[in-house]
Structure formats: C-alpha cells, structure tokens
C-alpha cells in the first residue's frame, strides 16, 4: 500500500506560487474587461439609432466585447451565449468583433 502525502503538506514551488498569480491577475483582468464591456454595452444601448455619436459607440463596444470575450478565453471559457444575453449584446456589435479600424 503506497502512501501519498496530504496535498497541504506539500512544498510549493516557485512555479506553483508564480502560477498562482497568473491565475490572480487573469480573473482581475477578466473582471475589468467584463466591467468595460458592459460600460460600453450601456452606452450604445442609451443611443438612439438617430444620434451621430452611435458610429463611435458601436466601435467603442465591439472592441470592449472583443477584449472580454479574448480575456474570456484565456481564462478556460469558450461559450460566450450567456455573456451575449446578459449584456444584450446586439447582433451589429457581434459581427464587429475583431475588426480593425483604418490607420
């Protein structure tokens, strides 16, 4: 019969403390992207089709959507349809993602 100590008597490493933190940093920055993304997605919701700042403001969520959503991935989470209802995040901003305005 094999023994297999605890897992809390276990030395850590510099590498398991290192990934650790890692793991810290991307759940903060998961956590500042989705606030980000729903800052802009309230923005674009308050302009009206009409109004001449909603060309700046659709850029401006795709680009926040698009960085929540790479943030997302990062952290193990490929299924963003529940992001996408909860933050009603419209179709005209989704097919934006990832596209790059001219220099």
């Not at 802009?40 to 969520?61: F, K, V």
């Not at 795709?62 to 991935?73: D, G, K």
Request: charged letters at 30%; one cysteine or more.
């Amino acid at each position: 019969m094999a023994l297999r100590p605890p897992r809390d008597l276990r030395l850590e490493t510099g590498a398991s403390i290192l990934d650790y933190e890692l793991l810290g940093e991307k759940a903060a920055t998961l956590g500042r992207m989705g606030e980000k993304a729903a800052k802009a997605m309230s923005a674009l919701h308050r302009c009206s089709l009409a109004d001449r700042d909603r060309p700046m403001r659709l850029a401006q969520a795709a680009e926040a959507v698009w960085c929540f959503f790479i943030q997302r991935e990062l952290c193990g989470f490929r299924d963003h349809r529940v992001v996408i209802s909860e933050l009603n995040i419209p179709r005209e901003v989704l097919v934006r993602l990832g596209a790059v305005r001219g220099c």
